[in-house]
C-alpha cells in the first residue's frame, strides 16, 4: 500500500510542477523549448533537413511519407510556448480512406437546410454538419460494407464556438446498426484533443476493428453537434464470392472470404465459340466490392461508329464514345445540371448487355469518380428517360471501379441508348460504351387483296427469318414473293403488291405509318383514294397468325351500287330542267307580243292578254 501511495504522491507532484512550470513560463516571458516529436512510422522529416533539438518557439517540422504510402493528419508540427508541439505526429500507412462520396450518412437533427449529414465525407474541408439543440445528438456513416478501422480522423473547424459543440463526443466503429452497440475508437474529446482545431484529430482504435458504421455522439450531453470532415483508415473486404461468368469458368481457386481488397485476384476464361469483352482478372478493389466479371458471349457490339448525341458539347466530342478506342473519351460540358449521352443504333435491336468503360486517364485521378449516380437506359423512344433502365445505377460501391457491365433484365428491345447523370451538376465523360444484342426487323406489313403466311411468327423478328407472300384469286403478285430480314434491320427486299388481271391496281404500303396512297383505273377513269394507315407497330402480341388478308371484293361492290343510284338520279334531273327551260322561253315569246295603246288623251294604255 506504501508504494501504491508513493507512486500516487509523485503524479500529483509531476502535474503539479508541470502547471508550475507552464505558468511560471507565460508569466516570466521565457521562451521554452519543444523536444523531439520523433518519426512517423514510414515517414521522414522534409524541413528542416537537420533539424537539432529541442526547437525553439515557433519552430516547425515538415514530415512526408515514403513512396507507397498515405499519409493523414497534418505534416506540419509547431513549437508552441508550453514547450509542446502543436499538432498531432502524422500516419503514414499503406491502408487507405475507406470512405466514399455517395455513400449513405444520417443524423439525429439538421439544424440549417445547407448543414446536412453529407457535409463530413463531402472532400471539403471548409463545411460540416450541425444537428439542433438535443439530448445526444449523434452523427453516423454507413461504409456499404465490412471495412477493418485502424483509425478515425475529425477535422475541426478553428472556433471556440465549435470547440464547445464536439465536447464529451464519442467516436464509435462496429458492425451494429444500434451505434451504441459498436467499440469507442480513442479517447473522447476533451480540452486537450479540441485546442488541436482546426488541424485534424486522429483517433486510434484499439487494434484493428471489423466495421460497417461509424458514429459520432456527444454521450449523456444536451447541446449541437457538428464537425468538419471526417476519414476513416481502413482497408476494405469483399464478403461474397463474385461468381462466374455465363458461358465461361474460373481458371483461379476459390477465394477464402472474406477477402481484403487488393490482396488475392481472380483468373477468368471463356468456352469455345465466344468472345471476352472486359477484364480477365477480377479482385477485390475499394468500396468493398470485386471488379466487374467478364462477359463471355457470342453477341457482336452493335453501336460501333453509331451517330450520338450529347447534352452540352465539352472537350471532348460525344462520338468518342462508340470509336472502339478504351483510350479516348467523351465530356459534357461543365456546370451543367442532369448531363446526358445517347447513341442511336440506327435499326431496332434486342439488347442483352452493356458495357462501360470509365474514364481513369490524362492525370485527372478524380474524373473517374464523376458517374456517380449514373444510369444507363435502352429503348425504342428517343426521349431516353422513357426508356428501360439496364442495370444498377452507379454508387458509392462501384464509383471507383474502371468498368461495369449493366446486363438488361429483361432483355429489351432498343434503338437508343443513353447515359445520365440525375441530380447533380457535374461533367459527364466516359471512356467507352458497347451494346451487345441481336438486330430485329419490324413487320413489313401485308399487301391490299392479298395475305402471308406467318404462322407462329411474331414480330419483331431476327436476322435471317424470311416471310412469304400471296395475292387473292384474280390477281398479280408484282415484286418478291419472298423476303428476308437482313443484318442491318431491314428487309431485302420492299412489300409486294397485288395487280388485277382486268384492271390496273397498284397500292403502295408504308410499313412506318402514315397514308397509304391507292390509284385505280376504271374504264379510263382515274379515282385516287387516300387509305389512312398508321402502320405496323413496333410490337404485336403473340399469336399464331395462319393466314392475313386484305380484301378489296366489298369496296368495288360499294362503288357499283352507288353507281347505279346515281345514273337514274342524273337522268331525272336533266328531264326537270330540259321542261324548265322550254317553259320559260314560251312565257317570254307572249311577252314580247303584247300590244301597248297611247290613248288620245295623252295617257299610257296597257292590253292585257
Known amino acids: 500500500m506504501s508504494l501504491f501511495y508513493e507512486r500516487r504522491r509523485s503524479d500529483v507532484a509531476l502535474v503539479l510542477a508541470t502547471v508550475f512550470s507552464v505558468l511560471f513560463i507565460r508569466n516570466t516571458g521565457i521562451n521554452a523549448q519543444c523536444p523531439d516529436p520523433g518519426l512517423p512510422e514510414n515517414g521522414f522529416v522534409v524541413s528542416p533537413s537537420n533539424p537539432v533539438f529541442p526547437m525553439d518557439t515557433n519552430s516547425t517540422?515538415?514530415?512526408?511519407?515514403?513512396?507507397?504510402?498515405?499519409?493523414?493528419?497534418?505534416?506540419?508540427?509547431?513549437?508552441?510556448?508550453?514547450?509542446?508541439?502543436?499538432?498531432?505526429?502524422?500516419?503514414?500507412?499503406?491502408?487507405?480512406?475507406?470512405?466514399?462520396?455517395?455513400q449513405i450518412t444520417s443524423m439525429s437533427s439538421q439544424r440549417f437546410t445547407w448543414s446536412h449529414s453529407k457535409k463530413a465525407i463531402d472532400g471539403d474541408y471548409d463545411s460540416y454538419y450541425q444537428t439542433n439543440d438535443e439530448e445526444n445528438p449523434w452523427w453516423k456513416l454507413d461504409l456499404g460494407?465490412?471495412?477493418?478501422?485502424?483509425?478515425?480522423?475529425?477535422?475541426?473547424?478553428?472556433?471556440?464556438?465549435?470547440?464547445?459543440?464536439?465536447?464529451?463526443?464519442?467516436?464509435?466503429?462496429?458492425?451494429?446498426?444500434?451505434?451504441?452497440?459498436?467499440?469507442?475508437?480513442?479517447?473522447?474529446?476533451?480540452?486537450?484533443?479540441?485546442?488541436?482545431?482546426?488541424?485534424?484529430?486522429?483517433?486510434?482504435?484499439?487494434?484493428?476493428?471489423?466495421?460497417?458504421?461509424?458514429?459520432?455522439?456527444?454521450?449523456?450531453?444536451?447541446?449541437?453537434?457538428?464537425?468538419?470532415?471526417?476519414?476513416?483508415?481502413?482497408?476494405?473486404?469483399?464478403?461474397?464470392?463474385?461468381?462466374i461468368p455465363d458461358n465461361g469458368y474460373r481458371i483461379s481457386s476459390d477465394p477464402s472470404l472474406p477477402l481484403h481488397v487488393g490482396t488475392t485476384t481472380l483468373q477468368y476464361a471463356c468456352n469455345n465459340g465466344t468472345t471476352m469483352h472486359g477484364e480477365s482478372t477480377v479482385g477485390c478493389v475499394s468500396g468493398s466490392t470485386w471488379n466487374s466479371l467478364p462477359l463471355c458471349t457470342d453477341l457482336q457490339n452493335v453501336v460501333l461508329n453509331k451517330d450520338t448525341q450529347i447534352s452540352t458539347e465539352g472537350n471532348m466530342p460525344a462520338s468518342n464514345g462508340v470509336d472502339g478506342n478504351l483510350l479516348t473519351y467523351f465530356a459534357t460540358g461543365s456546370g451543367y445540371k442532369n448531363p446526358w449521352w445517347k447513341v442511336d443504333l440506327g435499326a431496332l435491336y434486342e439488347v442483352h448487355y452493356i458495357y462501360v468503360?470509365?474514364?481513369?486517364?490524362?492525370?485527372?485521378?478524380?474524373?473517374?469518380?464523376?458517374?456517380?449516380?449514373?444510369?444507363?437506359?435502352?429503348?425504342?423512344?428517343?426521349?431516353?428517360?422513357?426508356?428501360?433502365?439496364?442495370?444498377?445505377?452507379?454508387?458509392?460501391?462501384?464509383?471507383?471501379?474502371?468498368?461495369?457491365?449493366?446486363?438488361?433484365?429483361?432483355?429489351?428491345?432498343?434503338?437508343?441508348?443513353?447515359?445520365?447523370?440525375?441530380?447533380?451538376?457535374?461533367?459527364?465523360?466516359?471512356?467507352?460504351?458497347?451494346?451487345?444484342?441481336?438486330?430485329?426487323?419490324?413487320?413489313?406489313?401485308?399487301?391490299?387483296?392479298?395475305?402471308?403466311?406467318?404462322?407462329?411468327?411474331?414480330?419483331?423478328?431476327?436476322?435471317?427469318?424470311?416471310?412469304?407472300?400471296?395475292?387473292?384469286?384474280?390477281?398479280?403478285?408484282?415484286?418478291?414473293?419472298?423476303?428476308?430480314?437482313?443484318?442491318?434491320?431491314d428487309w431485302h427486299a420492299s412489300l409486294p403488291v397485288c395487280k388485277s388481271n382486268s384492271t390496273t391496281s397498284t397500292v403502295s404500303s408504308s410499313p412506318t405509318g402514315g397514308a397509304l396512297s391507292k390509284t385505280t383505273n376504271v374504264d379510263s377513269r382515274t379515282l385516287q383514294t387516300e387509305i389512312p394507315s398508321s402502320g405496323p407497330t413496333l410490337y404485336k402480341e403473340k399469336q399464331g397468325m395462319q393466314t392475313e388478308k386484305r380484301d378489296g371484293s366489298s369496296s368495288w361492290q360499294l362503288y357499283f351500287l352507288i353507281f347505279l343510284a346515281i345514273v337514274p338520279l342524273i337522268l331525272v334531273l336533266v328531264i326537270v330542267l330540259t321542261k324548265k327551260k322550254w317553259s320559260s322561253r314560251k312565257l317570254l315569246y307572249e311577252r314580247k307580243n303584247s300590244i301597248f295603246a297611247i290613248g288620245k288623251d295623252g295617257r299610257d294604255r296597257k292590253s292585257v292578254v
Open 61 to 102: 517540422l515538415e514530415f512526408d511519407c515514403l513512396n507507397g504510402y498515405t499519409m493523414f493528419g497534418n505534416p506540419v508540427l509547431q513549437c508552441v510556448e508550453e514547450g509542446l508541439w502543436k499538432n498531432q505526429l502524422v500516419i503514414c500507412t499503406e491502408l487507405s480512406n475507406v470512405v466514399k462520396t455517395g
Open 145 to 243: 460494407g465490412l471495412n477493418d478501422v485502424t483509425h478515425v480522423v475529425v477535422w475541426l473547424k478553428n472556433s471556440s464556438w465549435f470547440s464547445t459543440h464536439m465536447y464529451g463526443t464519442v467516436i464509435r466503429v462496429g458492425l451494429d446498426n444500434d451505434i451504441s452497440q459498436n467499440t469507442q475508437c480513442g479517447p473522447v474529446f476533451d480540452e486537450a484533443l479540441l485546442e488541436l482545431g482546426p488541424n485534424p484529430v486522429i483517433l486510434t482504435c484499439n487494434g484493428t476493428v471489423r466495421s460497417r458504421y461509424i458514429s459520432m455522439q456527444r454521450e449523456n450531453i444536451t447541446g449541437q453537434l457538428n464537425a468538419g470532415e471526417v476519414e476513416v483508415i481502413g482497408r476494405g473486404l469483399c464478403e461474397y464470392d463474385p461468381g
Open 357 to 489: 468503360k470509365n474514364r481513369r486517364q490524362d492525370g485527372c485521378d478524380a474524373c473517374y469518380k464523376r458517374w456517380l449516380g449514373m444510369t444507363i437506359r435502352a429503348g425504342v423512344d428517343s426521349d431516353y428517360l422513357k426508356n428501360q433502365q439496364c442495370g444498377d445505377k452507379i454508387n458509392a460501391s462501384t464509383t471507383e471501379l474502371q468498368e461495369v457491365l449493366m446486363s438488361c433484365q429483361p432483355v429489351v428491345h432498343a434503338r437508343y441508348v443513353s447515359a445520365q447523370i440525375e441530380g447533380r451538376s457535374v461533367v459527364l465523360n466516359l471512356g467507352e460504351v458497347k451494346v451487345f444484342g441481336v438486330v430485329l426487323c419490324e413487320d413489313p406489313g401485308v399487301p391490299d387483296f392479298g395475305s402471308r403466311s406467318s404462322t407462329g411468327v411474331t414480330f419483331p423478328v431476327y436476322e435471317d427469318t424470311s416471310i412469304d407472300f400471296q395475292c387473292d384469286p384474280g390477281m398479280e403478285l408484282i415484286g418478291n414473293k419472298t423476303i428476308g430480314c437482313t443484318s442491318s434491320g
